[in-house]
């Protein structure tokens, strides 16, 4: 399987190595500097689950010079989705499927409108990696799953394939036929998660130990799951519950993304998570006070 990985770093750069050590056939679309990088020291993962230093990857910098492509490994930040359509119309023309594993869900229609339906799957991923100084995909936490599946008829043949070989590769992989609900049920978490860690800016573990903001977690998430109920998508009566309690499975230094990037001085992806909720609810009439509050919160620092 021909696979491109648009955006080598801490998560597409982390599965599309640990795709590349399985057998499949990748190559990392990326910025001169990012290429620059990766030819000096090779792709080097330092993870929980196991370590590697990937020698001689196939590199491109020039989308038009990749010829073959079955699936797009789309694993950009969503303020970065708008700038990659044109890399991604070059790479369609070619047969290939859309495999976007960005946060958030308003990202499904941009796709679709521009691509149509057919040429995006159904795909997410839980998994907690930084970029360190020099490059190296840092994985700190056990959890490394790619979720998948089709979200038309037409596109079960390609995930089959994908199948074969990423369950090959040292990760969780996870094909579904309820992808929607998965792509929710991550969409749901991942605004509680980045929303209380990054307004608060404390780690999971101190969110954990004093119970007004543990449950304030777990309110943020109560209002997604009744986001997702007025899209026609159940997680469940005990999703709040579970978040909250899921809290005590992560390491105690665990924090999300947005966080991370906020420690670093980087952009932060509140419009397409907190943002995009609030839009979402709005197209409902449905109120999220909490949600809205942590995104006032955050707001601020968006572009600092």
Request: with cysteine; hydrophobic share 40%.
């Amino acid at each position: 399987m021909d696979i491109t990985v648009i955006g080598a770093g801490a998560v597409g750069g982390y599965f599309g190595g640990r795709l590349y050590e399985a057998g499949a056939n990748v190559t990392f679309l990326v910025r001169e500097k990012r290429r620059q990088q990766i030819e000096d020291k090779g792709l080097q993962i330092k993870s929980v689950n196991g370590d590697i230093a990937l020698k001689n990857v196939q590199i491109e910098t020039d989308p038009k010079k990749i010829q073959s492509c079955d699936v797009i490994l789309l694993s950009v930040k969503g303020y970065h989705l708008e700038t990659v359509l044109p890399t991604l119309d070059i790479l369609i023309k070619t047969g290939a499927k859309i495999l976007p594993l960005l946060n958030g869900v308003e990202h499904y229609d941009i796709l679709e409108k521009k691509f149509g339906r057919h040429a995006v799957l159904g795909g997410l991923c839980f998994i907690i990696t930084t970029l360190d100084e020099n490059g190296q995909i840092v994985h700190t936490s056990k959890q490394h799953s790619m979720i998948y599946g089709p979200l038309t008829e037409s596109q079960k043949e390609i995930c089959e394939r994908l199948s074969v070989i990423a369950e090959k590769a040292n990760m969780d992989d996870i094909y579904t036929s309820d992808i929607l609900k998965e792509i929710w049920r991550k969409y749901a978490y991942i605004v509680a998660y980045s929303g209380v860690t990054t307004a608060s800016r404390l780690e999971i573990g101190a969110i954990r130990s004093q119970k007004e903001t543990l449950a304030l977690y777990e309110e943020t998430a109560g209002e997604m799951q009744q986001l997702a109920e007025a899209y026609g998508i159940d997680l469940g009566a005990n999703f709040a519950q579970q978040t909250a309690e899921q809290a005590f499975d992560l390491p105690e230094a665990a924090t999300s993304s947005m966080h991370q990037d906020f420690r670093k001085g980087l952009t932060l992806e509140v419009e397409s998570l907190q943002g995009g909720a609030l839009r979402l609810a709005k197209k409902k009439g449905l109120e999220l006070p909490v949600v809205r509050s942590l995104y006032r919160l955050i707001k601020p620092f968006e572009n600092q």
